[in-house]
Structure formats: C-alpha cells, structure tokens
RNA sequence: GGGGGCGUAGUUCAGCUGGUUAGAACGCCUGCCUGUCACGCAGGAGGUCGACGGUUCGAGUCCGUUCGUCCCCGCCA
C-alpha cells in the first residue's frame, strides 16, 4: 500500500491471490480491452504493471454501458471488488493472473481519441513517430523499462563510487570554450555583448582542479555537450558520463577502481550479463598497437578470435605486383584466416570484396586451402615458397581460407578490422549474447600526424602525460612517444576514455609546444591549468566511463536512443518539442545578436 | 561535407518489364457475442502513393530536383 495516493489504494502491479475479497481503488491507462458481449474485460495498466478488470452487465449494468465507451490508453479510475479466478481463466504470463477486479464503479478522466501508433512492443514504427510523440512510446513496455534501468545504474554507480569514498561534485554547465576537441555548443552572454559561455564537452579541466583543491576522489554523472554528428552508438549534442578523477593514483589504480565498479554493479543492474575476466579476475590489456594489428580496431570486440596475422615478410620478394608494390614501399600485407570455408560459394568471397571496398580497400584477395594445395584467383601469382610459408606462418588447415589486404598500415589494419568484424557477424561469432568482454586498450600515442595541417597533433588528450616524461618528449620522435593514455571498451564498443594527467607545468609546456602551441598560447588558453599545477598539483589520472552505451550493453540496445528518455533525431533536433526552436527579435537584441543565415 | 537505405491508408508493409476503380494485416467505426487476455465473427469508412518538375497516349512504378528519416564515412582531444 506503498503507493497508495487519492485516486487508488493499489498500483496495477499490487494485487495477488491473498487480496481476493477485498475492495479496492485502482487508477490506470486502458492498455487493452476485450467486449465479449454481456462481460467487457479492460487490462488496466499503469507504471507497476497491469491487472485485469471485468465489467459484467448482468452485475451492474449501468457500469457496463460506460465501459463499452472506453478507448485504448484513457486514463480511468476505477472502484471493485479483487475476486479469484477458476482454474482455467488464470493467466500465468501476468504478475496479477489469479485475480482481476469486478468493477463496481468506473470514472473515464479522459477518452482519448486514435493514437499515432500502437503501444505494444511488437509493433514497430518509424523513428520520427516515435520521436514525435515520445511521452506515448516511452509507455511501450521495453522503453519504459530502459528508462528505470537507466536510473537504476545511476544509482547503483553512485551507491559504490560513495562506498568507495568518492565525492559527487557538480561543475559549472555554463564555461568557456576551449581549444582542442569538439565543436562547442555557445551560449551568448547577456552582460558581456559579443562574449560567449560554452557548454562543457566534459568537465575535464574543473575535475583535475579539484585534484588540485584536495578532493581525493571526484565523480559526477556529468552532462556532456558535443556539437557533432550523431551515429547509432553517439548521440548528438549531448550525452552523459561517470565522470571520475583521483589523486595520487598511477594507471594501475584507476584500472582496479574501474574494474571494481562494474564488478560490483553489473549484477545488480543486468543479472544476466556475465563479465569475462582473465585468470587473475581482471580485465584484459591490449597495447594500443596490438589492438590495431590483431584487430584492425583501437576498440575490439574480443568475445571471438579471429585476429589478423601480418604477412608482409613473407611477400618481400614477391612476383604478385598487388603484394610487391606495397611490401617495397615499406606498406604492409595482413591475413585473415577464416574457417569452414570450403562450403562458401563464390559469392560469399565477392560479397567480401566487396564489403572491403566500401571500407576503402582496393580488393580484397583471397585462398582456399583445399586437398590439393591453396587455391584461388591469386593462386597463380604466388610462388611455391609463398605458399608453403603462408600455409606454415598461418597454421593452415584444408578447408580455412584467407583474406588478404594490402597497402599502408593503417588504412590496412582498419580494413581488415572490418572484415573482421563482418565476418563474426555472418558467422554468428558471438556464442553468448550475455558476454560482457570487458578490455583495456593501453599505451595510446601521445601525438598523431595531423595529415591536412601537416602537423603533429595531440593523439587523445592534451592532458595526458607522457610515458617517460620529459626525456622523452625531447629526444623522441613525438610520433613514438606514448601516453599514459587509455580507453576501456566492452564488446567492440568505446566504453571510456581516460589517462593519467600531465600536472606538471614543464612537461606540460613542452608537451604542447610539440604540437605547436607557444608557451604564450598554453598561458592564454590553460593558464588556470598551469597555475593551478604551479601551487601543487598532485598526480592524478581519471576516466569517464559513458553512462549512455552502458546502458546500450546493460539493455541489449543498437541504438543509442533506446537508452534516452528524450533523445535528439540524428540532425540533432528533439522532434517532441521541436527544438531547436526560433526566439523573439527582443531576445536576439538583448543578446547583442544579429542572424545571418548562409544560404 | 560525402555515400547508402527507406518514404504508398492511423500504423506496418505488398504493389512484377509503366496499363482499368492502388491492395493486405493491424488499428478505427457499426452490429453480434457472458470467460476474454493480441478475444472471435459479420459489415463499413479510410489514400494529394513525401513534394515539385520531366519523359509518355498513360507514372505509385522511369528520369531529375528537393524534403524528411535512418545507417555509414569524415568528425567526435
């Protein structure tokens, strides 16, 4: 009786066998209703669940002729009798299915009128319905489900983090635009004309102050804003993140804090997940590096095999001209050996092909190793010892076939990560759909080469440090130097992003100054940073796990929209309340603003 | 910014090489039905085929443009 309010002495979800007999209230949306002439038979729903209400015309039939006037998803009250069902009329799949409630008076509040779509599961929709009319569709049982798992893990996540003696702080919404990263969202300044707030991207800088206040343990379930495109796994605009940072922490720390996390709350929100942890009860580590030559990918899905094998060696000296040309120009060549397929036909190698050349490759080469020897298109360009080698380097045995991409590095490894992953997929590679295959990519590069600028440029985080401290940074070449810099990822999904800081002000300067920032730029743009690391700063490293994709892997979702009460449509406008939205000349004006739009 | 899929009844979809009056299921309306639980049965209403333009004797169908939406690349330190 919890719940009890005005309008009902039960929810929906409340009445069992033991309450037959007593007279109750129960107030509710029509989910379904059933006129078998004479008996009219309404699951009444409502947050908790649903129970059956009978309306029976030789009872009262007065009841009984408003009853016949209800419409799917009115909101009625209604006042009865919990009486037990027969053997026979039970409905084991309901929570409530030894009972229903013998109606005695009923109160139509509202009749609505045709909706847009049906509120069941089952039915689908298109996207912008739904969007449109989101406070319907969040009714649909999944949705509305999501929405308390959501709530659930954040109060799971902030039941440990307080347990572990972390400290919830909130930071500033309203900041300042900061070099580096995404594109901002703007506020314009009122008292300030031509001056502009930023929304945070992430509350990076104000949480490794407070590392620098004393706080020893920060997290925050933070608003993160970011005006980018949106993608099945993005939302556009914003999203949010477990936002953590700790002082006097190495990377080891963060990790074991983090494991902890998800050790611990996973169980709790998502019973039927189950984590895998190497032998000593971890989460594995990949090197940055090996990650992308094994899978092609900086966030791979480990739930199956299948990596890639670097062939380049082998083909130094090759007379196939695909290989050669790429193995003389220092490029490289990458296999994958797929099994079982002496059974595909010749499409299943084509649709290959094709598959990598939408990814950007050239082609996509491949062999069978059959009785008689590999075999295939490329078969003949190959020498005997080519194959003999690929056969022994690889581990052949009849009946595997290879895939071969060749060309620079990179751009390799991330095609053949791709077949990687399409293959799983057409192979239904993923056994247990419950796996939760958590893994630490490490060792992040501190730079990239920027290719369009001609430049080198931070690689993640400007404010990682990096591994080997100054030395490095001044004898290294910037592109070899890493960082203490990583990202957790569970089943090839970027979970977080996080590193061990730079908090001091000399390799911070040198840091930036290889990505060509002058030490008046780093004073201009971090000058809080800087100062705040020159009073004593302690070293400190963080990670911010995003809430959104958890809940992606916690709910079995695709889409990131599933997760999210009131999500953005991919051209980032919220279509229930058609934001963004004009505002009134007045409020441009008070703003200092004119709109000038580009045609 | 680029590539792709989709757009037909309230909803989900079918509609072949262009050819009478554009179909189905669910929903809706009317009627019947006292144990349904996605009730059933009978009947009925409901369409600018996203929009604009073109080809054609004739366009839902072919072509072009455009709009919407989703997915991907770029982007997301």
Redesign the pocket.
């Known amino acids: 009786m919890a719940f009890a309010t005005e309008y009902r002495t039960h929810t929906c979800g409340d009445l069992k066998a033991k309450d037959v007999g007593k007279t109750v209230k129960l107030a509710g949306w029509v989910q ?8 009219i ?1 309404v ?1 009444l729903r409502d947050h908790y669940g649903v129970t ?1 209400i ?1 309306f ?4 009262n039939n007065e009841v009984f002729k408003l009853a ?1 006037s209800l ?2 998803e009115s909101v009625i009250f209604i006042e009865g009798e919990v ?1 037990s ?2 053997q ?4 084991k ?2 929570k409530t ?1 030894e009972i ?1 409630v ?1 109606a005695t008076n009923l109160e139509i509040d509202y009749l609505v009128p ?5 509120i ?1 599961d ?8 739904r ?1 449109k009319y989101r406070f319907l569709d969040l009714r649909r049982e999944k949705l509305h489900k999501n929405i308390i798992l959501r709530s659930k893990v954040m109060s799971e996540v902030r039941r440990h983090m307080i347990a572990a003696g972390f400290n919830e702080i909130h930071t500033p919404i309203l900041t300042v635009s ?1 070099p ?4 901002d969202y703007l506020v314009p300044s009122r008292l300030h004309p031509g001056k502009f707030y930023a929304l945070p ?2 509350p ?2 104000y949480k490794q102050l407070l590392m620098c206040s004393g706080f020893d343990k920060y997290f925050q379930i933070a608003p993160c804003f ?1 005006d ?7 939302s556009p605009g914003e999203f949010y993140q477990i936002d953590i940072e700790m002082a006097y922490v190495g990377q080891e720390d963060v990790f074991k804090a983090m494991e902890a996390l998800f050790k611990d709350i996973t169980p709790k929100v998502a019973s039927k997940k189950k984590i895998s942890l190497t032998k000593d009860g971890c989460f594995p580590r990949i090197e940055y590096w090996d990650a992308l030559n094994e899978y092609g990918v900086d966030k791979p899905d480990i739930r199956y095999e299948l990596k890639i094998k670097d062939v380049t060696e082998i083909f130094m000296d090759s007379e196939f001209k695909v290989f050669a040309s790429n193995t003389k120009k220092g490029h490289c060549v990458k296999a994958l050996v797929v099994e079982g397929c002496e059974h595909e036909a010749r499409s299943f190698f084509d649709k290959m092909d094709a598959y990598a050349k ?3 490759a050239k082609g996509l080469a491949y062999l069978n190793y059959k009785e008689d020897g590999l075999k295939g298109p490329i078969a003949k360009f190959l020498k005997e010892t080519e194959l003999e080698d690929l056969k022994t380097r690889l581990g052949l045995k009849i009946g595997d076939g290879v895939f071969f991409g060749a060309g620079k590095w990179l751009e390799t490894c ?1 095609i053949m990560g ?1 077949v990687r992953s399409k293959i799983a997929e057409l192979r239904d590679l993923v056994k247990d759909k419950d796996e939760l295959a958590f893994c630490w990519i490490v060792d992040f590069p501190l730079f ?1 080469w920027n290719e ?1 600028e001609g430049k080198v ?8 440090m990096p591994q080997g401290g100054l030395e490095e940074l001044k004898t290294k070449d910037p592109l070899d130097i890493k960082a203490y ?1 990583y990202d957790l990822v569970c089943n090839g999904l970027e979970l977080s ?1 996080g590193g061990i800081r730079n908090h001091n002000p000399k390799i911070m300067y040198k840091a930036f100054e290889i990505a060509g920032y002058s030490k008046n730029d780093v004073d201009e743009k971090f000058g809080h940073m800087i100062r705040a690391f020159k009073f004593g700063a302690p070293p400190h490293g963080g990670i911010a796990p995003g809430l959104d994709r958890l809940l992606m892997i916690y709910a079995d979702e ?4 599933e997760v999210i009460a009131f999500p ?4 980032a ?1 919220e ?1 229930m309340t058609n934001s963004p939205g004009d505002v009134a000349v007045q409020q441009l004006k008070e703003l200092h603003l004119k709109i000038e739009v580009n045609k």
């Open positions: 379904n209703m059933r006129d078998i002439g004479g008996l038979f699951a059956q009978i029976d015309a030789a009872l016949e419409k799917p009486i069902r027969i026979g009329n039970i409905n799949e309901m299915g229903e013998q045709e909706l847009p779509f049906t069941t089952e039915v689908s929709c298109s996207e912008e319905i969007l900061s580096e990263g995404a594109r991207q992430a990076q800088q970011r980018e495109a949106a993608r099945a796994g993005r939408e990814q950007g991330k791709a990239e369009e440029d931070f690689s993640h985080n400007p404010f990682s810099q992003s695709p889409s990131i929209r953005m449509n991919q051209r406008q279509l």
